[in-house]
């Protein structure tokens, strides 16, 4: 039987997930590619943590080069998530004629194009599956199965730490710095959750999937980007009144010869599939001109559905070792390079603000909006929830609109006698 040796950089969550899948299906694995797949290294700091897995400590090494130098290794899969020191090892692996597999979608964002041309100039392969949406696998989906298409739009929840937030406070009506702190303890988000609640992590998700549907680099940088910290218990309400609920979505939308990508809170409507996708799970939905409407549904996080991606692009790459045909890259889409990217295109936005309960000042706002080029879909004011000010919510739909020119508009308002406060500002989709 042909052995695959692997080097394994970081044995945390991820890394023991990956490690645990392997050990549990072994023998079906072996069964199904004629191969043995066994990981000989492992980069590791904590090596006296108790894991759920038989791994003995000659195996660990404090030493990345052990790994990354080593000829008798073949793949080496990079564990250890953050950009650096992760990028370099990959580099230094891919420049060793070694494959790599990765599950850190922040490094394969930030160095996407070094990490494919040293894959091609050094005649392996570089896979990173487990990056977007954990075990769904949308990546191999878009680059292989789905190649006969042409792509219009993506539609993302990739983030499972926000979607169990924004789940939790739309079932109990919670504020969202309670249900980060209930998170938190159950190990549902981050001691730091910077990156997933402020959408960073979507971003990096987002920047990916546009390298691969439609062959364009847009870092993460140039996504216009929000997260969900200020979205409040109210908004959440009101969507529901409107028939929608909020999720942080990562969108991708071909408007002719341009691409327009956004990471958003955004209403969605009940009845769309996205809006089933509750907790921590993930889902991506995406239209081909010939496939249609296709949903990827799945656990986007965790070490075991996590493990699987991975281990997945362990095995393709060990199947095509063998066949001595490991040297393709993965291949991003080429057709529509002419794409040019624009940011944020127009969407229908959700405007809650407080305004003062006398005559004339809806007809004074809509008249605003009116100037701006503004049209107004629907309007609600909750003349129950009056304050001691005398002043109530009053909360428009808006249709289609940049968002610049919103906020131009919404300076001109809240800055008039009308308005005293915006409080939210949410895209519809
Ligand atoms: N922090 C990420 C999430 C992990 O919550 O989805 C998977 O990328």
Not at 136 to 151: M, R, V
Not at 368 to 396: H, M, Y
């Amino acid at each position: 039987m042909n052995a695959i040796k692997i080097g394994l950089l970081g044995l945390g969550n991820i890394g023991t997930g990956t490690y645990k899948t392997l050990e549990m299906n072994r023998k079906q694995i072996e069964a199904n590619t004629g191969l043995s797949i066994e990981i000989v290294k492992i980069l590791e700091k904590d090596v006296g943590r108790k894991r759920d897995i038989s791994v003995s400590h000659d195996q660990f090494t404090q030493n990345p080069d052990d790994i990354l130098l080593d000829p008798s290794i073949d793949i080496v899969i990079e564990l250890l998530g953050g950009i650096e020191p992760a990028s370099g090892f990959m580099l230094k692996a891919l420049e060793n004629k070694k494959h790599v597999v990765t599950a850190n979608k922040a490094a394969v964002a930030a160095n996407f194009d070094d990490f494919m041309d040293a894959a091609k100039r050094n005649h392996v392969m570089f896979r990173y599956e487990a990056s977007v949406g954990g075990g769904i696998p949308i990546l191999n989906a878009l680059t292989t199965a789905l190649l006969a298409n042409k792509f219009e739009e993506i539609l993302g929840i990739v983030n499972g730490t926000t979607n169990y937030i924004l789940t939790q406070m739309t079932e109990y009506g919670l504020d969202y710095a309670d249900v980060l702190k209930v998170a938190q303890e159950k190990g549902f988000a981050e001691a730091d959750p910077t990156a997933d609640v402020e959408g960073i992590d979507v971003a990096n998700k987002l920047s990916i999937l546009i390298s691969l549907v439609f062959g364009i680099r847009v870092t993460t940088n140039e996504i216009p980007t929000e997260g969900i910290t200020k979205i409040s218990k109210d908004d959440i309400a009101l969507a529901d009144k409107f028939g929608y609920k909020i999720k942080l979505l990562a969108t991708a939308k071909k408007v002719g010869d341009q691409l327009e990508a956004h990471v958003q809170p955004a209403f969605v409507p009940k009845d769309h599939p996205l809006a089933a996708v509750s907790n921590e799970f993930n889902a991506i939905f995406v239209t081909g001109n010939a496939v249609d409407d296709l949903m990827f549904y799945g656990k986007g996080a965790g070490p075991l559905p996590t493990g699987s991606a991975v281990m997945g692009d362990v095995i393709e790459i060990s199947r095509a070792i063998a066949k001595n045909a490991a040297f393709d890259h993965h291949t991003e889409s080429k057709a529509v390079k002419m794409l040019r990217y624009v940011g944020e295109g127009q969407n229908k936005y959700y405007v809650n603000m407080m305004v003062k309960d006398v005559p004339g000042v809806l007809g004074g706002i809509s008249t605003t909006f009116g100037a701006f080029g503004i049209g107004v879909d629907s309007v609600l004011q909750l003349s129950k929830d009056v304050n001691t000010n005398r002043e109530v919510p009053l909360i428009f739909i808006l249709h289609e609109v940049t968002r610049a020119r919103l906020d131009e508009a919404l300076d001109k308002i809240g800055s008039s006698k009308f308005a005293s406060e915006i409080k939210s500002i949410i895209r519809v989709m």
